[in-house]
């Protein structure tokens, strides 16, 4: 059988990809056609998981032009000749669509004039954008009752270990598209879990990274204090590749002002990393929403402490009337963003987030046969970010990010750990979503760095393993996820598209 073939099956990394165009064994377009007609047959066919929203016309092309600059020159970058999929609230300027899965934005939304930061760095290192991937519209920040993987555009996309389990949000077609091996790695965007949720749900790796590494220039916004752009792979060492590609200062997103004084180097040494004399903190009240999940978490933390870590019992001082400041934050920033990204788009018949409201209303059949868009309305009806609802909220956020600083320092802690999530949810169209837990909103609030590592598994559903450290500790938290992932391999299995789990 040759490598053409094999890739159909198997998970080939980064570096294996690498080494076969250089053994002559696969080309990029050889790559590319077997991904494309992987996803034919499974995505578009078979379990139907529907987790790819466009596939980009141009991907052959690009893959040849790259097969010839790579005979001729070698490798353009790290990653060059790597099948991409990004999800559809990314900015690409060629023949593709970027609508958040909103069918409003698709028909009236205009074209971006150029592509987001993020796949300009992905082009530039050589990649080859494959394609869109579904997502919960609008980021999953729409309405109430919300379905996590559902868009107006794209549909309901399926949990490839489970079929009629839920694949989590927001960047559900990314992780499953990675879990489900149409490409080598993918791009997602959180803002409070949209990374981190669905790659645990689909047991893979995710990077949340520090807020002001990547640029938010190009992908339609939630809240600035919060977005970013992050990578999704199966392995640790792919998704730091994908990392060092797409950080970089940008012009347009001041956030980035510093991030050429970062050290970016995620893959060096990895191999040197270990456990021995790390100092965790278990977030202890993030455990009980499921007693299942309790044993996969302590069970890794003996396996760590055999190892030579030491993990210690830690809890968190949240500021005084935490509850809704956080909504409060993106509501206000939802509006602000999305106005400003609107009048952005050349051609758009959009020009607020007014014009998406009343689109939605007049098309409700099609736009909101599940749920509303509760969220999109309150987010309109607020003021400026001068207000005081906004600025107190924000002074909120300090606290809360001065408390989460103060419990690593007082602590002496390297990271924090604690469950990325639950098991998937059987996905219910009629009472929305079935969250049971996580640790996300510790680096989304914060601005801070979180990776998830797959940890076990309950009924043959993924759990992950959230390390979270400081502000621009990216490197640091990688390192952690490493040595984890090398002393925990528990990727056991690539998912085998069960329709339900019986009994």
Not at 25 to 38: F, G, H, P
Not at 68 to 81: A, D, F, P
């Amino acid at each position: 059988m040759t490598a053409a073939k094999q890739s159909l099956m198997v998970e080939y990394s980064i570096d294996q990809i690498h080494q076969m165009f250089e053994s002559g064994d696969i080309t990029a377009e050889q790559l590319t056609k077997d991904y494309l007609d992987r996803i034919e047959q499974l995505d578009r066919n078979g379990p139907e998981l529907n987790a790819v929203i466009e596939i980009n016309p141009d991907a052959l092309t690009i893959a040849k032009e790259l097969d010839r600059e790579y005979q001729n020159n070698g490798k353009t970058g790290n990653l060059h000749g790597i099948p991409v999929l990004i999800k559809d609230n990314l900015d690409t300027a060629d023949k593709m669509k970027t609508t958040a899965g909103s069918v409003a934005i698709e028909k009236y939304g205009g074209k971006p004039e150029q592509d987001s930061f993020v796949v300009k760095q992905l082009r530039k290192a050589g990649a080859i954008i494959l394609g869109k991937t579904n997502l919960s519209e609008m980021a999953n920040f729409r309405g109430q009752n919300s379905v996590s993987g559902w868009s107006s555009r794209g549909g309901r996309t399926k949990n490839p270990y489970v079929l009629d389990r839920n694949p989590s949000g927001s960047s559900s077609g990314s992780a499953v598209a990675v879990a489900a091996n149409f490409c080598t790695v993918a791009i997602g965007t959180e803002t409070d879990g949209s990374v981190i949720s669905p790659s645990q749900t689909n047991g893979i790796v995710g990077i949340k990274p520090s807020i002001g590494l990547v640029s938010r220039s190009g992908i339609i916004p939630i809240a600035h204090s919060q977005d970013t752009a992050g990578p999704m792979a199966r392995n640790v060492k792919d998704a730091a590749i994908l990392l060092e590609v797409i950080t970089g200062q940008d012009p347009e997103d001041p956030v980035t002002e510093t991030a050429s004084d970062i050290d970016q180097n995620y893959t060096a040494n990895l191999g040197d990393t270990s456990l021995k004399g790390k100092r965790l903190g278990i977030l202890r009240k993030n455990l009980g929403f499921h007693p299942k999940v309790d044993q996969i978490i302590n069970s890794v933390i003996k396996e760590m402490e055999e190892a030579g870590a030491e993990v210690v019992d830690v809890e968190m001082e949240y500021p005084e009337e935490w509850g809704s400041q956080e909504f409060n934050v993106l509501l206000y920033e939802y509006k602000f963003g999305l106005n400003k990204y609107f009048a952005s788009r050349k051609n758009s018949e959009i020009h607020d987030i007014d014009d998406l409201i009343q689109y939605n209303k007049e098309n409700e059949e099609i736009t909101m046969p599940f749920f509303g868009q509760e969220h999109v309305e309150s987010a309109a009806s607020k003021g400026d970010l001068d207000e005081a609802e906004y600025t107190e909220a924000m002074a909120a956020y300090e606290v809360f990010r001065e408390n989460l600083t103060k419990l690593l320092d007082e602590n002496e802690l390297d990271a924090l750990i604690g469950p990325s999530g639950g098991p998937a949810w059987v996905t219910d169209l009629v009472n929305g979503d079935a969250y049971g837990g996580g640790t996300s909103q510790f680096a989304a609030v914060s601005g801070f760095t979180s990776i998830t590592i797959p940890a076990g598994y309950i009924h043959g559903l993924p759990i992950g393993l959230s390390f979270i450290g400081r502000r621009f500790d990216d490197k640091k938290i990688i390192q952690l996820g490493y040595a984890f992932e090398q002393l925990n391999p528990d990727r056991r299995h690539p998912p085998e598209f069960i329709e339900t789990i019986s009994g």
